[in-house]
């Protein structure tokens, strides 16, 4: 057994919650150190195979015992790292869907193991380019802990952070249910309705009475003899509630509901008089199981996009004599210096990330249009490329925010790549949002680990000729370069397309 000792190892910024389950790395590897209490726990996960399971399931990332041994940790297992952390609030809607429907796997998965999830929300899943994992073990827990009178402690949670977020989206508020999704609480059921009132979304979100959910579960597992007696002292009740005042009538089902369980923990011991438990159990996996389809029965507005001419006019499997010149020395510049991963700024559809991704690099794609991100992340996942899609604006990348960055890492931080793209956008920059060149320089210096490749248009070029005015005569490539060597050693100019335009590989 190996000990580590605690000055050598890091905590992960997100792993303070659950001091008994905490992220590390040590000697560039990702492990979780788990406590005294939790470890019979989770060696019993081991010991039955449930981890290996869900990882060979692709719903977990990849988790295994280690014989490392670490103070204040009884166990240490190691997972595997994902190249980039990115957030639910910069994922397109059909990536929030997908990382919901994982989110529900898992748990449905566990259900029928006889164990449940303690939370209900996005932060538990990475996307390892276009493929959504679960990553929090710590979640895992006990089925007895977390699901009480029928129902899934966390599911309030997982509403407000995933359904109703899509639900919003569903109905064309992307960017409203995208700044709620910001805030601890997400989407409020309330806000929901007032934002979507007329939509018949009210009707979607009921749910039938519990005595009758509960019926609809017996009936899968009960024998008949036993189901017709059951159903006549649940007519019995249902009787009471009908003749009660609406308060009484819920005080009353609690009340039930709490005997129900009272019983439920006095038969745990006795395996003969477990009836209750199998009851509780069945209409949980059920409830998941709806849960499940509701989620993927939301159909998401059909996000299009213009396509460039550029992304019309080639594809990288053609023939290079086909190529214009931009296209060559992009595809140059990347086989030479083989970057390990890149950063694809304003990608629209992705013909260069998706150009990278196919040489070997780990790619990162930015649009602010969602469509373009939508188009990408379809393309991506059908193909396997390792590209992560993401819906940023350049100019205002995700900030770090929470206490000791706890809820978000900067963007700028999480990003980092050892190559950035920044092709066609310098002077949609400039001219749409008006910084000055020292400004965006500055962002791609943050982001770049060494090198960038930036495309530069004149103001000669006739796309620029509503903006040749004395105000922008700052507006030239030597200032540009200049800029430039402020962050960056060796600057190289390469041939683009069409003529005057230029690209600059900088290397810091």
């Not at 977990?60 to 015992?65: A, D, M, R, W």
Request: charge should be negative; glycine fraction near 4%.
């Amino acid at each position: 057994m190996t000990e580590i000792i605690s000055s050598a190892i890091s905590f992960h910024p997100h792993s303070i919650a659950d001091y008994k389950m905490r992220l590390f790395k040590w000697s560039g590897q990702l492990y979780r150190g788990i406590g005294s209490e939790r470890t019979p726990f989770f060696t019993q996960l081991f010991e039955q195979g449930v981890i290996q399971l869900l990882v060979e399931q692709r719903l977990l990332i990849e988790t295994e015992l280690t014989p490392l041994k670490v103070n204040g940790f009884d166990m240490v297992v190691s997972h595997r790292s994902i190249p980039f952390t990115s957030y639910s609030i910069e994922w397109c809607p059909a990536m929030i869907k997908d990382a919901a429907l994982t989110l529900l796997d898992i748990a449905i998965e566990l259900a029928r193991r006889g164990f449940a999830l303690e939370d209900g929300h996005l932060g538990n899943v990475l996307f390892d380019g276009c493929e959504p994992f679960f990553v929090d073990l710590g979640s895992i827990r006990p089925f007895d802990e977390y699901v009480h009178y029928f129902r899934w402690d966390a599911y309030a949670q997982f509403s407000q952070l995933c359904l109703y977020p899509l639900l919003l989206m569903s109905q064309g508020k992307d960017k409203v249910a995208r700044l709620l999704m910001v805030d601890n609480e997400g989407v409020l059921k309330t806000d929901l309705l007032l934002l979507t009132r007329g939509s018949g979304l009210s009707r979607r979100l009921s749910n039938p009475p519990l005595l009758t959910r509960l019926q609809l579960c017996l009936m899968e597992i009960l024998p008949a003899e036993q189901l017709k007696v059951f159903r006549e002292k649940l007519k019995l009740i249902q009787s009471s509630f009908n003749k009660k005042p609406k308060e009484l009538q819920k005080l009353n089902e609690l009340q039930e509901l709490q005997q129900l369980n009272e019983l439920q923990e006095s038969q745990k011991s006795n395996p003969q008089t477990s009836f209750l438990e199998k009851i509780t159990h069945n209409y949980y996996l059920k409830s998941l199981e709806k849960i499940r389809q509701d989620v993927h029965s939301i159909s998401l507005p059909c996000f299009t996009t213009l396509l460039s001419e550029e992304s019309e006019a080639f594809s990288w499997s053609s023939c290079q004599d086909t190529w214009t010149a931009k296209q060559v020395s992009v595809y140059k510049t990347l086989t030479e210096l083989g970057p390990s991963s890149v950063l694809d700024i304003g990608c629209h559809t992705g013909a260069y990330s998706k150009l990278a991704a196919s040489l070997g690099s780990q790619v990162v794609a930015f649009d602010k249009d969602i469509g373009c991100v939508t188009q990408l992340y379809y393309d991506a996942h059908e193909k396997k490329l390792p590209i992560l899609p993401l819906l940023m604006d350049f100019t205002q990348p995700t900030p770090a925010y929470g206490l000791s960055n706890y809820r978000y890492v900067a963007a700028t931080e999480r990003f980092q790549c050892e190559m950035v793209l920044a092709l066609g956008l310098v002077h949609h920059i400039v001219f749409e949002q008006h910084p000055q060149f020292e400004q965006t320089v500055e962002g791609f210096a943050l982001f770049s680990k060494r090198w960038l490749l930036v495309e530069f248009v004149p103001i000669e070029d006739p796309e620029l000729a509503e903006f040749r005015s004395p105000r922008h005569s700052w507006y030239t490539l030597e200032n540009f370069m200049n800029t430039l060597s402020k962050w960056f050693s060796s600057i190289h100019t390469l041939p683009s397309y069409p003529e005057p335009r230029v690209l600059l590989l900088c290397e810091k």
